[in-house]
């Protein structure tokens, strides 16, 4: 709760400094703190304190696992604005602006959490996406990014109106909003509508986490998009999305779950073909990077498919590794010539440290044991073995996955076997507070693969 307020009050509050600002960087400097205050607040929720006590009259639904992940995605924007802030200054010319629809994203990402009825659903991706229709579009200089922009806004639209179509058959056969304690009308008519409205919302809600068959607007977006922006969306909104897919399913259709899980069994295999086999034919690091956000999301999905106390806990380490490596990753993309493989080439000659961080973040990602990435989809395919009667499933995630680790060494490999070219390695010198910040990243990655009970299992009392 204390994440959806002070979210927005500080997005008013950095929209009305760019008044006031004439040092652009001074933004990026108002927006960390902002930053730093978010996270005090969903501190301030773990341990049951809320700034403003108000009954919702149920509308919202407070839990561990919610703060929790709240907590990892403040942090997330911390790391994000540390790296990245200075970037987003680039962009364009109203950078206040820009931070302020990150924070009103924010605010939207905690109403995705936390709802506990469909309208809140509802409102909650709408404050989550429009914001993102812009930013996407910011680099008005570039076509690409004005191309990204519009298809993003009409599948968006799309998605939303299907989502909307969702929820009012829901509530023709329920009589409510409310995602806990349906009661079935016991008539024909009303089971029709129920399964109708459900089918409807899975394949909106797999819009957003860019499932597939619904992935396709995915690359052109993040990479048309401007890439301080596309690392925003590549993590914290689509952990946002995916927490909510998942809050709705175990929350509100538990009741369904035999008949959802041979549909999001599919998305789950199809996904993890579709988007690794692309990633594989990928010339840029920028585009592999949204084909790889795909096959994640087929990973992610897992925690949708068992909906059980094991896939939440997945769910929450897979939100901290994928935030953290994504967000490294991005930020080095930002200080690049040139986003191909061969940009990479001879990195680590170059820059030893940034290669160093950068390994660990994409050895994350494939999966490698002693990083968080590793106990992340151990946790996710545990939670489906659990279920029972899907070895199939986890027999296809394992295969592909292992597909990943090529595609991922291949910016190894450019960076440590390949001599450098005149179009490759960093723009600029990196200064020592991003050297730092990529630093303290790969540390965490480190630390949650070793130490994955000490540092986030022990408190995840969900059961």
């Not at 009954?55 to 907590?71: E, I, M, Q, R």
């Not at 200075?86 to 939207?108: C, D, I, Q, R």
């Not at 008949?259 to 592999?288: C, D, E, F, P």
């Not at 989809?377 to 295969?399: D, E, M, S």
């Amino acid at each position: 709760m204390n994440l959806i307020l002070l979210a927005a009050v500080w997005g008013i509050v950095m929209m009305l400094s760019g008044l006031f600002i004439k040092k652009k960087e001074n933004a990026v400097q108002l927006a960390f703190l902002g930053s730093l205050i978010l996270a005090g607040g969903c501190f301030a929720d773990l341990h049951e304190y809320a700034f403003i006590h108000s009954d919702f009259k149920g509308l919202l639904a407070y839990d561990k696992f919610s703060h929790l992940f709240l907590f990892i995605i403040s942090i997330a924007l911390i790391l994000y604005i540390w790296l990245t802030g200075k970037e987003v200054v680039k962009v364009g010319n109203h950078p206040s602006e820009y931070f302020a629809l990150l924070f009103f994203v924010m605010s939207g990402a905690g109403l995705v959490t936390l709802f506990n009825n469909l309208l809140i659903l509802f409102l909650g991706i709408e404050i989550l996406s429009i914001p993102l229709f812009i930013l996407t579009g910011s680099d008005k200089r570039n076509l690409k990014s004005n191309e990204a922009a519009l298809k993003y806004f009409l599948m968006g639209a799309f998605s939303t109106g299907i989502l909307l179509l969702g929820i009012a058959f829901i509530y023709g056969a329920t009589g409510s909003f409310q995602l806990v304690n349906y009661m079935m009308q016991g008539t024909e008519a009303a089971a029709i509508y129920h399964h109708i409205g459900l089918a409807l919302i899975l394949i909106a809600l797999s819009f957003k986490v860019s499932a597939v068959p619904f992935h396709f607007w995915t690359p052109d977006v993040y990479d048309g998009a401007p890439t301080p922006f596309t690392s925003f969306m590549a993590s914290i909104v689509k952990l946002a999305a995916f927490v909510g897919f998942a809050q709705l399913i175990l929350n509100g259709f538990s009741s369904d779950s035999a008949r959802i899980q041979s549909v999001v069994a599919l998305l789950i295999a199809a996904t993890l073909i579709i988007g690794n086999v692309a990633a594989v034919y990928q010339q840029s690091v920028k585009r592999m990077l949204a084909y790889s956000s795909i096959a994640q999301a087929g990973f992610m999905l897992m925690a949708v498919f068992a909906s059980n106390d094991m896939a939440r806990q997945g769910l929450l380490l897979y939100a901290a590794v994928y935030c953290l490596a994504n967000i490294g990753i991005f930020a080095v993309l930002t200080k690049m010539k040139d986003y191909t493989y061969e940009g990479f080439n001879g990195l680590a000659a170059k820059n030893p440290f940034i290669a160093f961080c950068l390994t660990v973040f994409l050895m994350s990602l494939a999966g490698i044991p002693l990083t968080g990435g590793f106990f992340a989809k151990y946790f996710l395919l545990a939670a489906v073995v659990k279920v029972g009667g899907y070895l199939w499933l986890v027999i296809t995630a394992v295969v592909f996955a292992a597909i990943s680790v090529y595609y991922y060494f291949k910016v190894i490999q450019a960076m440590y076997f390949k001599p450098a070219s005149d179009n490759s390695g960093l723009i600029t010198a990196v200064g020592s507070s991003f050297k730092v910040g990529l630093l303290l990243a790969a540390l965490l990655i480190l630390l949650l693969g070793i130490f994955p009970y000490q540092l986030l299992l022990d408190v995840l009392t969900v059961y």
